[in-house]
């Protein structure tokens, strides 16, 4: 695929996460909706299938399939042919939505031949959004939901990562971490001595890697392929690796089993 076409794309990605994020915060702002649980017709799945339609909208005009968590899953065997796919999530961090501390987002990617080469990630609440775009790197902007996108916005972004001087900094959970992630970063404190932990929800967690507010992500518990598809081209346009914890290899999307392995950026 050409750069020209992929920075089409781009820009038809970034417009269809910005329009999610339009129909996720009309239903987060609304003041009388008590987001408890994910259940028929619950804010929560309202704020999951309005972004999904606005989403799909936008997508299907490309006449590129589109795999999203809240689409109809087809059968592998027709799966199985598509060299190129969208995978979309349009609400990613449930626990982060009815917590209602903004830490959720829309994710969007382009995979081909099972690989991510391009990905969105955009944060409704701050307007934050991340980009990246095999071999043209990547970038994170601040968006105006109410913006009439171009290139020329998208061009505008700051190049991720950026360098800083912290201490080593893993991503995960304070409270939560599994015996199998204290194992792994005990080599990392025995080489760095303290290890922060830096907290954070949804794809948001793959994005700090990228732009350089962490060296390492591991996730021992389980994902799907729309949570991470759209963080992993985003990495990986930064420059980093998103690994299978046993194979050490890429990640790779549309498999019989969506089911993730455990992974690690870095």
Same mark, same amino acid.
């Given at each position: 695929?050409?750069?020209?076409?992929?920075? /089409?794309?781009? +820009?038809?990605?970034?417009?269809?996460?910005?329009? !999610? =994020?339009?129909?996720?915060? $009309?239903?987060?702002?609304?003041?009388?909706?008590?987001?408890?649980?994910? !259940?028929?017709?619950?804010?929560?799945?309202?704020?999951?299938?309005?972004?999904?339609?606005?989403?799909?909208?936008? +997508?299907?005009?490309?006449?590129?399939?589109?795999?999203?968590?809240?689409?109809?899953? #087809?059968?592998?065997?027709?799966?199985?042919? @598509? %060299?190129?796919? @969208?995978?979309?999530?349009?609400?990613?961090?449930?626990?982060?939505?009815?917590?209602?501390?903004?830490?959720?987002?829309?994710?969007?990617? #382009?995979?081909?031949? =099972?690989?991510?080469? #391009?990905?969105?990630?955009?944060?409704?609440?701050?307007?934050? +959004?991340?980009?990246?775009?095999? =071999?043209?790197?990547?970038?994170?902007?601040?968006?105006?939901?109410?913006?009439?996108?171009? %290139?020329?916005?998208? %061009?505008? !972004?700051?190049?991720?990562?950026?360098?800083?001087?912290?201490?080593?900094?893993?991503? !995960?959970? *304070?409270?939560?971490?599994?015996?199998?992630?204290?194992?792994?970063?005990?080599?990392?404190?025995? $080489? /760095?001595?303290?290890?922060?932990?830096?907290?954070?929800?949804?794809?948001?967690?793959?994005?700090?890697?990228?732009?350089? #507010?962490?060296?390492?992500?591991? *996730?021992?518990?389980?994902?799907?392929? @729309?949570?991470?598809?759209?963080?992993?081209?985003?990495?990986?346009?930064?420059?980093?690796?998103?690994?299978?914890?046993?194979?050490?290899?890429? +990640?790779?999307?549309?498999?019989?089993?969506?089911?993730?392995? /455990?992974?690690?950026?870095?």
């Amino acid at each position: 695929m050409s750069n020209s076409e992929l920075n /089409h794309l781009s +820009l038809t990605a970034a417009e269809a996460a910005l329009k !999610g =994020g339009i129909e996720i915060l $009309e239903v987060y702002n609304n003041e009388t909706a008590q987001v408890q649980t994910k !259940g028929d017709d619950s804010p929560l799945t309202q704020a999951d299938t309005r972004a999904h339609h606005a989403i799909m909208k936008i +997508l299907e005009p490309t006449g590129i399939p589109v795999l999203s968590e809240e689409g109809k899953h #087809l059968p592998f065997e027709e799966r199985v042919n @598509w %060299s190129q796919l @969208w995978i979309v999530d349009p609400l990613d961090g449930t626990k982060e939505f009815i917590k209602r501390n903004g830490e959720f987002t829309v994710n969007i990617a #382009l995979v081909e031949n =099972g690989r991510p080469i #391009l990905g969105v990630v955009y944060v409704p609440v701050t307007g934050e +959004l991340y980009l990246g775009t095999k =071999g043209q790197g990547a970038v994170k902007l601040i968006i105006d939901s109410e913006a009439e996108l171009s %290139s020329e916005h998208l %061009s505008q !972004g700051k190049s991720i990562p950026i360098k800083m001087e912290r201490q080593f900094t893993a991503v !995960g959970s *304070r409270s939560h971490m599994n015996v199998e992630t204290e194992d792994f970063l005990k080599t990392y404190r025995e $080489e /760095h001595g303290e290890v922060a932990i830096l907290s954070k929800g949804s794809s948001l967690k793959i994005c700090m890697v990228a732009e350089g #507010l962490a060296d390492v992500y591991p *996730r021992f518990a389980p994902t799907m392929e @729309w949570d991470t598809a759209a963080g992993q081209a985003v990495v990986e346009a930064a420059g980093f690796s998103m690994l299978e914890k046993e194979s050490r290899l890429p +990640l790779r999307y549309n498999k019989e089993d969506l089911l993730n392995p /455990h992974f690690i950026v870095l």
